[in-house]
């Protein structure tokens, strides 16, 4: 049962994620199409929350490839165990017994990794491809294959086709321009900052604890903040950690104190903190004259 | 919602068709029959009766950027808008950058609409997103159920509120003009590339991979060949540390004063992107402008044409600003292989404490920052101009860029300055 785009957007916010519409229809086609969806967007607007909570909406597992420079196809895709397979071959030896490739090469010493795991699963997993453009070119032709034909080719053992077709979400920073053909075989979806009301919702939805006014507070200062040229803009998990910091010293309000002592959570850089200073400085006085 | 697709109308899917086609024609979205079909599938998985699914399945399938994004919201508008709507203005399908604010008659900055810092959050305006985000979509107003071509969008004029780029009057392009750059001399530029690229030397990668030679021995691969010799480790394997590739980011000052010497660095950036994929290039005038896809797109040895740049060449220069948006917007294309060259004549009308700021943070981050001036091409040069002398401290070097002659000693004076950091910037 594939879920309608609204019921999806409500069962995410059970969740604690607030979806818009554009992504909640867009993950829709995921599962409706089975195509892949492209995540772009800045750090911290939640485009790996968005997978590991479908997959919490459509009860199936997530399994997660991150993908880092010098990432190779062998280290996505399975290993064997090779010194398992030689202890097997020392002992045949010894016992005199003659050992046949097939023995060697079966699923006794195959190691799944995560593109395996993702097709071999009786049930369609989510499979989460994190940071796709810090990956190398060549592995990013590799998974043309892949979420093309949905098969893998392992040399001694054939082609394994896909028992069930993943829901295959790919995540970027724009770090690295991706091809023209990955696109091509991915849906769409560019994730933004939330506006300032959804921001306000996510707050109050992962920190069921917290009173309006100080989630409100936190959600418009981290408003502001964005708004200034920082050199690491605060996501929205940098707006939870920072409630959750607050929370945790009981603070009912944002006054200068709280602001200080919970800084840290918010803006890690020195020097964006010496930048936003005039601007915290007023979010403050402005929250002490309401209190 | 059923659970069961449904099939498209035959009227609806004429109607995806022609807007499908429209993208490809007037926009040079790369659509084919696969992604019309792809379409129509999509939406017999959504609401067709809701306007904002219909137009979320559309960009979800015939989209692969934020600007294409744009673009698309734009032309859904137009294309599907109520009698008697009017025809929104489309932008280029170019990177979109608000133009940097002008100085006020009082002599003070005018910070942009979307960025403006201030001590009180609530008066502040919300931060316009350069594209429709999750949340909010730019339909996200309408009630669901509007059905396709009902009426106007949402009224907080996301939409209709699309940006307009005026060209500046320049020695290359004229308002609204597209940029034309006569080819040149492109074997003479792939040689001053290649020195280029052959003589940075950035050091070994961390990770180890599989090389011929290397310090390290691959148990992995070396225990893999013994299973072919019956478990006898014969055949070695070792693991290595790569050279390191350098990544160009090139950016290019496109103001009045420097227009022959852009056009020159337009044409290297060109030749660079031939001899190294990893090559980025952004000009600016008073707007910063990513041309990475356009010259990733121009057909070698052929002339370059560009489409209107707008604030991104021939007006006036924002070298800090367009640094700062530079270091804050794109630092994801910033990393420690990546050099970065500035062409520009630091005659600056902005203020040049933003240029260190900007400088300071992208070198922390990049292999090198080398600024390239065709000022300092003539003889008794001395780096007095504002933004340059602010930049001082923050370069690895100061080269002059006077013409093709300086472009092929690039690769031989970098060398010479070696990208070392913490040394004074030398100035040839």
């Known amino acids: ?291 | 919602m059923a659970d069961a697709a449904r099939s498209v109308s035959p009227s609806l899917a004429a109607q995806v068709t022609a807007f499908a086609a429209r993208l490809r024609r007037q926009h040079g979205f790369l659509i084919g029959p696969g992604e019309v079909r792809d379409a129509l599938r999509a939406l017999e998985w959504v609401d067709v009766l809701s306007r904002r699914e219909v137009r979320g399945a559309l960009r979800a399938v015939l989209t692969a950027s934020p600007e294409q994004g744009r673009t698309f919201d734009l032309e859904f508008n137009a294309f599907f808008r109520a009698a008697g709507q009017p025809q929104p203005t489309l932008p280029p399908l170019l990177p979109e950058t608000p133009a940097p604010t002008e100085p006020d008659p009082d002599g003070k900055e005018q910070q942009p609409p979307d960025r403006e810092p201030g001590p009180d959050p609530d008066q502040r305006q919300e931060p316009a997103p350069p594209t429709p985000q999750a949340g909010a979509d730019p339909g996200g107003d309408l009630p669901d159920g509007d059905a396709l071509g009902d009426g106007l969008d949402s009224p907080d004029g996301d939409e209709q509120d699309a940006p307009v780029m005026q060209a500046r009057v320049s020695p290359n392009a004229a308002p609204g003009e597209a940029l034309r750059v006569d080819a040149g001399d492109l074997p003479g530029l792939l040689r001053a590339a290649t020195g280029l690229i052959r003589a940075l030397e950035l050091g070994r990668a961390r990770r180890l991979r599989p090389l011929p030679r290397g310090p390290k021995l691959d148990a992995r691969r070396t225990l893999h060949a013994a299973a072919r010799t019956a478990g006898d480790a014969v055949h070695l394997r070792w693991l290595g540390r790569p050279r390191r590739a350098p990544r160009f980011l090139l950016v290019l000052d496109g103001s009045r004063s420097m227009g022959r010497d852009a056009t020159l660095l337009l044409r290297f950036a060109q030749a660079l992107h031939l001899r190294s994929r990893r090559v980025e290039v952004y000009a600016f005038s008073t707007a910063l402008t990513r041309l990475t896809p356009l010259i990733r797109g121009a057909a070698p040895g052929q002339p370059l044409t560009l489409p209107d740049l707008g604030d991104a060449w021939g007006g006036g220069t924002r070298i800090g600003e367009n640094l700062l948006r530079l270091a804050r917007d794109e630092r994801g294309r910033v990393n420690r292989d990546t050099v970065i060259l500035i062409l520009s004549d630091g005659l600056d009308t902005g203020d040049p404490a933003l240029v260190g700021r900007a400088l300071r943070d992208l070198r922390r981050r990049a292999a090198g920052v080398v600024w390239l001036s065709p000022l300092a091409a003539t003889p008794g040069y001395r780096p007095v101009q504002r933004a340059v002398a602010a930049a001082l401290p923050h370069l690895d070097a100061l080269l002059p860029a006077g013409g093709p002659e300086d472009l092929h000693a690039l690769g031989r004076r970098l060398r010479a300055a070696r990208l070392s950091r913490g040394a004074a910037p030398p100035v040839s």
């Open chain 1, 1 to 291: 049962m594939i879920p309608a785009v609204q019921e999806l957007q409500d069962a995410f916010q059970t969740r604690g994620y607030v979806a818009g519409d554009a992504l909640a229809t867009s993950l829709r086609l995921v599962v409706g199409l089975g195509k892949p969806l492209l995540l772009e967007g800045p750090a911290g607007v939640g485009k790996t929350e968005a997978a590991k909570t479908l997959a919490d909406v459509l009860d199936t597992r997530l399994i997660r490839l991150q993908c880092y420079e010098g990432l190779d196809a062998q280290s996505a895709l399975y290993e064997w165990n090779y010194a398992r397979q030689l202890l097997h071959l020392r002992a045949a030896e010894l016992r005199g017994d003659g050992v046949a490739d097939d023995d060697l090469y079966g699923e006794t010493f195959l190691m799944p990794r995560p593109l395996l795991q993702a097709i071999r699963e009786p049930k369609p997993a989510v499979l989460l491809i994190d940071e796709i453009d810090r990956a190398d070119d060549a592995f990013e032709a590799f998974l043309l294959e892949l979420l093309a034909e949905w098969q893998i080719t392992v040399p001694e053992l054939g082609t394994l086709s896909a028992v069930s077709r993943p829901h295959v979400i790919l995540t970027s920073n724009r770090s690295r321009e991706l091809s023209d053909a990955l696109r091509r075989r991915c849906l769409y979806h560019w994730t933004e900052y939330p506006s300032r009301a959804q921001e306000l919702l996510i707050v109050q939805s992962r920190l069921p604890g917290i009173n309006e006014t100080l989630a409100r507070q936190v959600t418009d200062a981290v408003h502001a903040l964005r708004a200034l040229p920082l050199g690491k803009t605060p996501g929205v998990a940098e707006t939870l950690d920072w409630a959750s910091a607050l929370l945790s010293l009981h603070a009912d309000h944002l006054d200068a104190g709280a602001l200080q002592a919970t800084l840290g959570a918010v803006l890690k850089l020195r020097e964006d903190q010496l930048l936003a200073a005039p601007t915290l400085q007023g979010v403050a006085a402005k929250a002490q004259a309401r209190g």
